[in-house]
């Protein structure tokens, strides 16, 4: 029903992608269906605004065994949160755990308090996700990376001055789970991420780029970011980068 929908898939499927976490997405329904190999798990919208998913490719394999690779399965994928704004999925088998998550900050000065929100993401994280399990979260945080940062963050590209309002909120929760920022350290990205790390342009692709989307992962965990400044196929709109 949704053409654009397997348009992105084959892209993923093409690029060998093995998790995508998404925002905006504006599903119905809160859900989890497989769609052409992969498993699109949905958090449903709110009067047809945001809505997140996670997106898992069945023919990837996720660790090997005995010399066999290990694929996930649609029953090794469950849905443990969902709602307009945050996602969160357990993959769970005899070889494989972990948490995917997506999750959509609100932005400074919008209708919803951005304090409120981070707290409450902070405790969601820290209530439903079991403490040694692998996490990875793609979150839209519509924050900009500052120097006034703690361990986990990398100098790519970082802002100076002074903080955005939201970075203590932003730190807080970072230094919690001990999340490295995969997308600030050069040695994770491409070089045609180092040279232009933004990943929003607002205005329609007007105006000054800034980067608000990361990558977020738990110490340990071996994450290769895909950019689409080497893959400008995945650009639907022209304000909106898909990260994965």
């Given at each position: 029903k949704n053409p654009e929908k397997y348009v992105f898939l084959t892209l993923c499927r093409e690029r060998?992608?093995?998790v995508a976490c998404l925002q905006e997405t504006r599903d119905s329904q809160t859900r989890k269906c497989v769609i052409d190999g992969f498993v699109v798990c949905s958090a449903a919208a709110i009067n047809g605004h945001h809505g997140c998913q996670v997106i898992i490719n069945l023919s990837i394999p996720w660790c090997s065994f005995d010399g066999k690779h290990i694929r996930l399965r649609r029953e090794d994928i469950s849905i443990v949160l969902a709602n307009h704004r945050l996602l969160i999925v357990r993959v769970s088998?005899?070889?494989?755990n972990a948490y995917i998550i997506s999750a959509h900050?609100?932005?400074?000065g919008g209708k919803e308090s951005v304090s409120e929100w981070w707290t409450k993401f902070h405790q969601l994280v820290s209530t439903i996700c079991r403490e040694g399990i692998p996490?990875?979260?793609?979150v839209d945080g519509n924050y900009q990376a500052h120097e006034q940062s703690y361990e986990g963050v990398g100098n790519l590209h970082i802002k100076h001055g002074d903080p955005p309002s939201n970075h203590l909120d932003f730190m807080n929760f970072i230094q919690h789970f001990q999340f490295g920022i995969v997308n600030t350290f050069e040695e994770f990205?491409?070089?045609e991420y180092i040279s232009d790390s933004t990943t929003y342009f607002p205005n329609h692709g007007c105006g000054e780029g800034v980067r608000i989307d990361y990558v977020l992962k738990s110490a340990g965990v071996g994450v290769?970011?895909?950019s689409c400044k080497v893959a400008p196929e995945f650009v639907y709109k022209e304000d909106d980068y898909v990260k994965d």
């Open positions: 060998r992608i093995a088998n005899k070889h494989v900050a609100p932005y400074v996490i990875v979260c793609g990205c491409t070089p290769v970011p895909c």
